[in-house]
């Protein structure tokens, strides 16, 4: 959080409303008048005064069960866009409407499964990840105390998915908790084909030195060899990895990584769930679960419900702009 300003936070939706009146005047101050209200009443902003009882149904809370499914308001008038012109970089947050994604497919890949660990046979199998040979898969990090990354990954992804549900998109996990172990990572690329997904996220928490901190986002290099070609994702994947770089840093006001990637950006060919995707997909590396300020967010639902947004957003903004 070094050199982030906290972001205001604005407990009613009268308040909200006398808010963002006064900010929108003020090009400088409109973006964060959206933010705050977006933050404030997650996925249900703009029904909040008109319909409480749906948009309380379409927003879960950060200790609502991430596993509810999510009732869209079928009155529910689309969420206004927000304010671009302080916005230079084009990438202003997405006209999200509670039906702004309908017809979109998103597909969520929470990273490893909790019950890797208890596996550890099936998932070190090799697999065929095109230009090398790799295991099934792998138990993930954890916190010092014990919070794994299997738990935080399929907690933000269900999360991600009821933020998403409730903008109209079909989302698919390729993992719920609901099988023991894997699927493997080649299985896990090919999950987006198999769900004619639009677009896919990777939720992974980084096992890096304690004493780095920070997310980032990690984008396809071009693999063709073997079974692998994703020479066709790789530009729409690296537009997506901008986007998810900048909304998860603006929902979370997590740092770039300071260890490992440059301004928050990686881009690898070794990785089988980049390598064998036909649809675009990156992965992100929320922050570093060794490191005990990222340990300590990681671990915070409230913080979780942060990364979801974020993700969520820039899969919206991905699905909703060009
Ligand atoms: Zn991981």
Redesign the pocket.
Known sequence: MTGTAPRPRLSTPLRVTTAVAAVVPLCTAGWFGWRALDHSHPAGAAVAVSAPAAAQAAAPADTADPTATPVAPPTAPPVAPPPTADDPTGTAAPAAGANGLAGRTVLLDP??NPGNSAHTAEINRKVDIGNARKECDTT??ETDAGYT?AEYTLDVSRRARAILAARGATVVLVQDGDRPWGPCIDERAKAGADAHADVAVSV??DGGPAGGSGFHVIMPARVVAGKADNSAIVEPSHRLGLLLRDRFRTATGEPYADYVASQGLDTRSDLGGLNLSTVPKVFIECGNMRNPTDAKRMTDPQWRQQAAQGIADALTAFLTTR
């Open positions: 990273g490893h993930g990090t990354e992974h928490g």
